[in-house]
């Protein structure tokens, strides 16, 4: 008995194959996707031995931050300084250690300098201070003493 194409065992083996590795394709993808939208680990700042003073550099597009950690020590002075093309592109925030705020006159800010009233690990954010689209690129010079 001839069964029609579509019916044929070896077409049904092919057609088994494909469907299974378009899942395949689709999970691996999906998995993915759900690690790249989960909220990425902060950037380390440290010192170079020797030092007080380091510059990271970045870019920030439309709602992205970028975030950043640095321990320190209560009694110990932070001078952070921001810097970004176009001017004032960009801000950052600054949180204590228990997530609190440490002085900062508003939420977007490009200077800072004060006596740390805490020890422990302090959370830097810089973000675009619109939600309209653009891009800044940015130098965060931070210094502790």
Known sequence: MNLPIFLSRSYL?????ICGLFLILFLVASGARAQGGGKAEP???E????T???????TVRNDEQAEY???AQQGQRMVIKLTNVPAKSSCF???GPDGSDVGLETD???S?????QATGDFFITVARPSQARGTSRYRLTVTVR
Do not use: H, M
């Open 108 to 110: 977007c800010n490009w």
């Open 43 to 45: 950037g380390r700042i």
């Open 52 to 58: 007080t003073s380091t510059t990271v550099s970045g």
């Open 47 to 50: 010192f170079k031995r020797g």
């Open 13 to 17: 083996r092919k057609f088994a194959l």
């Open 112 to 116: 800072y300098s004060k006596v740390l």
């Open 93 to 95: 925030d600054l949180k």
């Open 69 to 71: 950690v640095l321990s």
